[in-house]
């Protein structure tokens, strides 16, 4: 069985402020797949969550999934015989350094309306679309690539479709030099916890911007570690995450392929800062 969502959610926050904005779109795009053995897959352009279900009755399931990041949701859902839809009632949970996030949502879902998955245009970009892109640059010193990261982008709710985008990027290495990793969505250039973020897009173009004076763990970079002070003639070898104070990410869509280039400053662990430049090109990902 496969299922859709036929409403827009509705959430209480319980803990926390964040997560409510791209939780709700990530509900509006995702499909439920309920397999015949009991897994279940929530997923979408930018998102995974995988878990369980079982028959509480014939017409209640319970559910609960976990994604790689460790969000979990878990809950009910009730089937309307007469209208052919579910009710959900489900609790979203995350930790992170930004706190504990809790919230509950309602949902309606349904089989597949016509044309779902068909996807749309928002400034003459595609989504929701997922690509592979490597990235060649350097910072810190340091030259780096090509490396390869995953890209997605997908809706978000918006007044203005200029500023209806999600972008998410990252790899699966956060000490490797190069990583660059951005999780903040915004709408219309909304404030965020520890910044604020836009991205906008027209005539195939995307622009993702941050300002975070303090640092925002939502856009980090991957350096090399500099040597502390006083101690110039020994380098520390590795590699530092950074947390991004400033940050551009230009990238041009064309048909299955995109191409760009990145810029950022951030904080350094033991003070002062640090550059990242970067240009990367890739192609989209069946599915």
Same mark, same amino acid.
């Given at each position: 069985? @496969?299922?859709?969502? +036929?409403? #827009?959610?509705?959430? =209480?926050?319980?803990?926390?402020? +964040?997560?409510?904005? +791209?939780?709700?779109?990530?509900?509006?795009?995702? /499909?439920?797949?309920?397999?015949?053995?009991?897994? $279940?897959?929530?997923?979408?352009?930018?998102?995974?969550?995988?878990?369980?279900?079982?028959?509480?009755?014939?017409? *209640?399931?319970?559910?609960?999934?976990?994604?790689?990041?460790?969000?979990?949701?878990? !809950? /009910?859902?009730?089937?309307?015989?007469?209208?052919?839809?579910?009710?959900?009632?489900?609790?979203?949970?995350?930790?992170?350094?930004?706190?504990?996030?809790?919230?509950?949502?309602?949902?309606?879902?349904?089989?597949?309306?016509? %044309?779902? %998955?068909?996807?749309?245009?928002?400034?003459?970009?595609?989504?929701?679309?997922?690509?592979?892109?490597?990235? *060649?640059?350097?910072?810190?010193?340091?030259?780096?690539? &090509?490396?390869?990261?995953?890209?997605?982008?997908?809706?978000?709710?918006?007044?203005?479709?200029?500023?209806? $985008?999600?972008? =998410?990027?990252?790899? @699966?290495?956060?000490?490797?030099?190069?990583?660059?990793?951005?999780?903040?969505?915004?709408?219309?250039?909304?404030?965020?916890?520890?910044?604020?973020?836009?991205?906008?897009?027209?005539? !195939? #173009? $995307?622009?993702?911007?941050?300002?975070?004076?303090?640092?925002?763990?939502?856009? =980090?970079?991957?350096?090399?570690?500099?040597?502390?002070?006083?101690?110039?003639?020994?380098?520390? $070898?590795?590699?530092? &995450?950074?947390?991004?104070?400033?940050?551009?990410?230009?990238?041009?869509?064309?048909?299955?392929?995109?191409?760009?280039?990145?810029?950022?400053?951030?904080?350094?662990?033991?003070?002062? *800062? =640090?550059?990242?430049?970067?240009?990367?090109?890739?192609?989209?990902?069946?599915?």
């Amino acid at each position: 069985m @496969e299922l859709y969502s +036929r409403a #827009e959610p509705a959430l =209480t926050v319980r803990a926390g402020t +964040r997560h409510t904005e +791209r939780l709700a779109a990530r509900l509006r795009e995702a /499909r439920w797949h309920f397999a015949p053995d009991g897994r $279940l897959d929530v997923t979408g352009p930018s998102f995974a969550y995988a878990g369980r279900y079982r028959a509480a009755d014939p017409q *209640t399931l319970m559910f609960s999934v976990i994604s790689d990041s460790g969000a979990t949701m878990a !809950g /009910r859902l009730a089937a309307d015989p007469a209208g052919g839809t579910w009710s959900a009632e489900l609790t979203y949970h995350a930790s992170g350094d930004t706190g504990d996030h809790t919230v509950d949502v309602r949902h309606r879902l349904g089989p597949p309306p016509p %044309g779902a %998955g068909a996807g749309q245009e928002i400034g003459g970009i595609r989504v929701p679309a997922a690509y592979r892109v490597a990235l *060649t640059g350097h910072t810190g010193g340091a030259a780096f690539g &090509p490396i390869e990261l995953d890209l997605s982008v997908a809706r978000l709710p918006a007044p203005d479709p200029r500023f209806a $985008l999600d972008l =998410t990027i990252g790899g @699966e290495d956060l000490f490797r030099i190069g990583e660059l990793t951005w999780i903040a969505s915004a709408i219309g250039g909304d404030a965020g916890d520890g910044g604020r973020y836009s991205v906008t897009a027209a005539g !195939g #173009e $995307l622009v993702a911007r941050a300002d975070a004076p303090a640092g925002t763990l939502a856009v =980090t970079f991957t350096t090399r570690n500099p040597a502390p002070p006083g101690l110039s003639a020994f380098p520390v $070898l590795g590699a530092t &995450p950074v947390y991004a104070t400033t940050a551009v990410i230009r990238l041009r869509f064309a048909g299955s392929r995109v191409t760009g280039e990145a810029t950022a400053t951030g904080l350094l662990p033991l003070g002062g *800062t =640090t550059r990242y430049e970067a240009t990367l090109s890739g192609t989209a990902t069946p599915g």
